[in-house]
């Protein structure tokens, strides 16, 4: 694990104090009484700002331009060399904790270049009420956190957040999936829908349900042996269950449908590296969101109610009903 205290991104503060928060709930032990071998890598807590070769008229509407710049590079550095092997047999899974998420810009950036470099193919599931599909075209606010998807999918106003040295390995379009969004502005509507990027939106989950619509994408991924980076912001939940998050937004999902999701991609077991951002402590209440945080996690390594077998196994040894 890596704490990133990046809070840059967003416009309101306290996202930075996200990962002691996590280690304060628990994370190492819960995730140790699963069974992993659990390396905390500390917090990256600053990075130098660095000169962005934008157009003029495009860095002024990105807010803190030069900080996120370097804060996408030191970031990349760090998330590719811990993936190394790119989720081969025996390699480690990173887990990067934010954090607001312009961390995925470093983040996934470096996960990709790494599959890129071990001839994988690289996967995203953005679980978030937000795409962060805007690009400084489309941004109403300027924050960068809602240019995330944007810049990995390849966008070239975006590009130069990385300089030569480090290889943007963009996300086919077709590899990115978001899932739980309620909150899209009116020009990133426009581009996911010219994009064909696949974007489950709650109207969407309401009417099908989660499981079918993951049993779809996953039985998609297996097919293709993709590297899968799960990205999850906590604003994806409604606020009534996680309400330390600076991005609100009523309607999201419940407590259980969002278990559903990070248990069916344990069983999956394709789930290489993830992200877990936008916790913001400042603005929660005694540590429930994080608490519901850690949980998700240990979701997604393998925590389950039950423990549990294969379809066709899974009832053979209970004793009949009489």
């Known amino acids: 694990m890596l704490g990133i205290g990046l809070e840059l ?48 008229e495009w860095a002024a509407r990105c807010n803190h ?3 996120i710049g370097g804060w996408t590079r030191a970031i990349h550095d760090r998330a590719h060399a811990m993936s190394k092997g790119a989720g081969g047999p025996g390699a480690p899974v990173p887990l990067f904790v934010g954090g607001d998420h312009a961390i995925s810009m470093g983040t996934i950036s470096g996960v990709a270049r790494a599959c890129a470099e071990a001839g994988r193919e690289i996967a995203v599931l953005w679980v978030d009420a937000h795409p962060d599909y805007n690009t400084p075209e489309t941004t109403p606010s300027g924050n960068m956190h809602g240019m995330s998807l944007a810049f990995l999918a390849g ?25 739980g969004a309620r909150s899209i502005d009116p020009g990133e509507r426009a581009r996911l829908r010219a994009h064909g990027i696949d974007c489950v939106d709650m ?33 994806s939940l409604d606020p009534s269950v996680a309400p330390g998050t600076g991005t609100q937004v009523p309607g999201g999902a419940t407590y259980r449908e969002a278990h559903l999701i990070m248990e069916m991609l344990s069983d999956s077991g394709l ?46 040894d209970l004793p009949a009903r009489a």
């Open 9 to 56: 991104g967003a416009s309101t503060r306290g996202a930075l104090m996200g990962p002691d928060a996590l280690r304060t709930a628990g994370i190492a032990p819960m995730l140790a009484n699963l069974g992993h071998r659990f390396a905390d890598r500390g917090t990256l807590r600053e990075a130098e700002p660095v000169r962005v070769d934008m157009a003029p």
């Open 65 to 67: 331009l030069a900080e």
């Open 203 to 235: 109207r969407h989950i309401d009417e099908r349900g989660v499981c079918a619509l993951m049993e779809e994408r996953i039985a998609r991924w297996k097919e293709r042996g993709v590297h899968l980076h799960l990205s999850l912001d906590l604003d």
């Open 155 to 179: 966008d070239p106003i975006l590009a130069p957040l990385l300089d030569g040295s480090r290889p943007l390995a963009p996300v086919a379009r077709e590899n990115i999936h978001v899932i």
């Open 271 to 316: 789930v290489g590296s993830m992200d877990l951002v936008e916790l913001n402590p400042f603005l929660d209440e005694r540590g429930r969101s994080a608490v519901v945080a850690v949980e998700l996690i240990a979701s997604v390594f393998g925590r389950t109610v039950l423990d549990r077998l294969p379809d066709a196994r899974r009832f053979a």
